[in-house]
């Protein structure tokens, strides 16, 4: 038997030992893709007659994960001790096959089946999101990866350790270390600042690929050897951390590549009623923010305010958490000329509000003669994602969103519309409320047949849940249930007042896809 | 030819030294039986041997090539067994049969069937359900089968009934004459190795002590049964230090009984003859291998004259 037909000699071997592991696997993973595909993992779900719960159902989106990935652990562990590295008593040891042939069909297996049979899996599943080439490649290389780094995290904790019982231990003291650990370092670093950018995501990268490397080399080296010294120990040890610590720090954020920052036009800052009010420890500087465009809606985040007191001091900092950004937004194109039914084009206006501390007050309650912000304008640039009947239940997939009306109502004065957007644009699910991280979506009914549109709202209601997780945990999906009406408060009259116009109409999905970004500042002299 | 050449070899488990400057070697078509007490490193010596584990120091080769780079080729001459090695429990010893099958260019089906059969062996039992002598049977047909030149074997007697130990005694001295297979085993059943082997090595605290022919370790070692016709006579009395070469020295008023090492070409008879002249009845016979492994295992530790109850 040449080296080739040995790997291929104990895999078959293997593949026949954990048979029924497989299977286990197999099943886990067809019925979580299944639910995925169908729909019914996301929800939102009926648990009794009355009852609606909208949310995914945890079941499919977070239990059957782990435990695909809990099986995978085990199902990595039970392949490498049987035919351990490090036991004299091993069976495979005395017998005349060579020890890379055995590692490479224990590497093959692992990586052909335990890690590329979920992501088959999940590869139908983002199908079922109309998610595009590049975005299945990214989620799935991002999973494969890290999968990968666990996986071998775990053959190399079962090649030191004498059986599953032992292995089963060891993987719940290094998860609960692990867990302390990482908690240890949050509540102390209050940010991962230094994890950010496409730097230190590349470092991380560099690390965890170099890691993974040493898991292979240390496993190699302990088929060679047989032995299980201190050395290979501490070695295991090293290179595990890293695995388990580099996966859970990869800062998911700082891998989408953001758009280049340019310089753009210079900005108009207004003042409002007032530019200061109130007692102190209260004085708020409020500013108003003009963007106009004829075609793009326009995105102003402020993050940093200069403001000039009449003591002449000068009071500034930089904003650290914005609150809200200012959009400038036009009526987004739906496919055709329409009529809007009322003006709901949003202010082109917003206020950016300035908390003084208590060494700053004193100086702003003397008066304010200028104020300077600064910031970067996002300029977004509309798509149509989806257009589907005005009906519950009727579904739309379209660019790694899946859509689904779950309820619509109207009456003479308002129009109520439940929507569920299932959005997998973002990998870690880490959606911001009814805005998914891919774009922000806008809403439209529209009556193509007479060539009238009018946009719908959030309502307080608007509901949001997860992150879940499609067939592996690092694939997320962010669900929200949104409840829209019509914004047409003091316009009702202009509402349709037929039923007929709804029958005939569509929920058009409008996307407002960042397309250049520029820092801008503007500068505000109070009289 | 030796198969197996051993030289100072030293194996530590941590800070403790199983094998110490170990040397000895093994002749082509020697049935090598190697003794030693519970933590002598016999298991250890044979693991290194079989390349499962490294030596720390000294040099082991087997077939002439040294073990560490023994590549797989080289492996499909050597057969292995050992209490406590793992068999793929959830494998039928048939499905075993044919995993190993193809391993092996010389593996021999007739032979696969014959011992299974006189092993009295199930082929389509699951290897987890068979006792544990059955599972050792099971082992030994799996490294007989492929006819290796050399055959390692730690413990390969445990679990087994004396009906098939026999048998598999008088088989393996049937297969290692007319095959020219060189044998390697080490066992707490002395008295099997007895029969089966023509080399000996004795091994203890982690040194050999004796590495020669069975036919040399009986000329050199002597049962010698003394009757002295006074419990006054110098050699009975309690205070008498006997000489480096009485081992397992058993004292009962005028009787001394001892194991006597002589060095090779040493006549027994003249030294027992210088040492007690005609004052004492003598018997002298050749010490079973037992005796021999007793007196020179207890020497090294320490073991002093034994008054026996008369």
């Not at chain 1, 019925?31 to 729909?39: F, I, L």
């Not at chain 1, 940093?304 to 009526?331: A, F, K, N, P, Y």
């Amino acid at each position: 038997m040449n080296w080739i037909t040995q790997t291929g000699h104990v895999a078959a071997k293997d593949v026949r030992h954990t048979w029924v592991q497989l299977a286990a696997y197999i099943v886990l993973l067809t019925t979580t893709a299944a639910s995925v595909v169908s729909g019914r993992a996301l929800g939102p779900y009926w648990p009794t007659s009355s009852t609606q719960v909208l949310g995914a159902i945890d079941v499919f989106v977070i239990y059957l994960p782990l435990c695909t990935i809990l099986l995978g652990f085990v199902m990595a562990a039970s392949l490498v001790q049987a035919d351990s590295p490090t036991r004299a008593t091993a069976f495979w040891a005395s017998r005349p096959l060579s020890p890379s042939a055995v590692l490479a069909s224990k590497l093959a297996l692992v990586f052909v089946t335990v890690v590329a049979l979920p992501l088959l899996a999940a590869l139908v599943a983002l199908r079922s999101f109309d998610a595009g080439a590049s975005l299945t490649a990214s989620t799935l290389t991002h999973a494969a990866f890290v999968y990968g780094e666990w996986l071998m995290a775990a053959m190399i904790v079962a090649a030191l350790t004498d059986d599953l019982r032992t292995f089963i231990g060891a993987t719940v003291a290094i998860l609960v270390a692990a867990a302390i650990v990482l908690g240890a370092l949050s509540d102390s670093t209050p940010t991962n600042a230094a994890l950010d950018g496409g730097a230190a995501a590349l470092v991380l990268d560099i690390v965890q690929a170099v890691a993974f490397a040493g898991g292979a080399v240390l496993l190699a080296y302990l088929y060679r050897t047989r032995q299980r010294r201190r050395s290979t120990w501490v070695g295991g040890g090293i290179i595990t951390a890293v695995l388990v610590f580099g996966s859970v720090a990869s800062p998911s954020e700082a891998r989408s590549a953001p758009l280049a920052l340019s310089d753009g036009p210079p900005l108009e800052v207004a003042p409002v009623d007032s530019v200061t009010s109130g007692q102190p420890r209260s004085v708020q500087v409020e500013v108003a923010v003009p963007l106009r465009s004829d075609a793009l809606r326009l995105e102003f985040r402020p993050d940093t305010m200069r403001i000039e007191t009449r003591q002449g001091t000068e009071i500034g900092r930089r904003i650290g958490i914005v609150s809200r950004t200012i959009d400038g937004s036009v009526l987004p194109p739906v496919g055709q000329p329409v009529r809007w039914l009322f003006d709901q084009a949003t202010s082109a206006h917003g206020r950016v509000t300035y908390m003084l501390d208590a060494v700053e007050e004193p100086a702003a309650a003397s008066g304010i003669t200028s104020v300077t912000l600064g910031g970067v304008v996002t300029a977004y640039r509309p798509h149509l994602l989806a257009s589907l009947p005005l009906r519950d239940g009727a579904v739309a997939m379209s660019r790694g969103r899946r859509l689904r009306i779950y309820g619509f109502d109207h009456g003479r004065s308002s129009a109520d519309l439940y929507l569920q957007v299932s959005d997998v644009t973002n990998g870690t699910g880490d959606s911001g409320f009814g805005i998914p991280t891919g774009g922000i979506l806008q809403f439209v009914l529209v009556n193509s047949a007479r060539s009238e549109a009018m946009l719908i709202g959030n309502a307080p209601s608007s509901n949001a849940s997860g992150p879940d997780w499609i067939v592996l945990p690092w694939i997320g999906v962010s669900n929200t249930f949104t409840h829209f009406v019509t914004n047409a408060s003091g316009h009702e009259m202009l509402l349709p007042q037929d039923d007929a116009w709804y029958r005939g109409a569509r929920l058009v999905v409008v996307e407002w896809v960042a397309e250049s970004r520029y820092r801008t500042s503007g500068k505000m002299v109070t009289p | 030819m030796n198969v197996v050449e051993i030289s100072q070899l030293t194996y530590r488990y941590g800070r403790v030294t199983a094998l110490r400057h170990v040397d000895f070697s093994v002749p082509q078509g020697a049935l090598y039986a190697l003794l030693g007490p519970n933590g002598s490193g016999k298991t250890t010596l044979l693991q290194i041997l079989a390349g499962l584990r490294r030596a720390d120091s000294g040099r082991a080769s087997v077939m002439g090539i040294p073990v560490a780079s023994l590549r797989t080729a080289d492996r499909r001459r050597i057969g292995y067994v050992a209490e406590g090695q793992l068999l793929p429990g959830w494998m039928r010893l048939r499905e075993v049969e044919a995993y190993l099958a193809p391993l092996y260019d010389t593996w021999d089906e007739s032979l696969a069937r014959e011992l299974c059969e006189r092993f009295e062996l199930d082929p389509t039992r699951k290897i987890r359900t068979l006792s544990r002598g059955e599972q050792m049977k099971a082992a030994l047909l799996c490294a007989l089968a492929p006819r290796p030149e050399l055959l390692v074997m730690d413990e390969p007697f445990t679990g087994m009934d004396a009906l098939v130990k026999d048998a598999l005694v008088r088989g393996l001295l049937e297969s290692a004459g007319s095959e020219g297979w060189t044998v390697l085993a080490c066992s707490h059943d002395i008295g099997e190795l007895e029969l089966l082997a023509d080399w000996v090595g004795i091994l203890d605290h982690g040194e050999m002590r004796v590495s020669e022919p069975m036919d040399v370790v009986r000329e050199r070692f002597k049962h010698v049964d003394v009757m002295f016709s006074s419990d006054r006579a110098p050699a009975a009395r309690r205070d008498f230090l006997p000489p480096n070469n009485w081992l397992s020295v058993e004292r009962s008023g005028s009787h001394v009984s001892f194991v006597l090492s002589c060095a090779v070409g040493e006549s027994a008879e003249q030294m027992i003859a210088a040492q007690f002249g005609g004052e004492a009845q003598v018997e002298m016979r050749n010490a079973t291998l037992r005796e021999t492994f007793v007196a020179l295992t207890k020497q090294r530790s320490g073991g002093a004259p034994q008054e026996v109850a008369a």
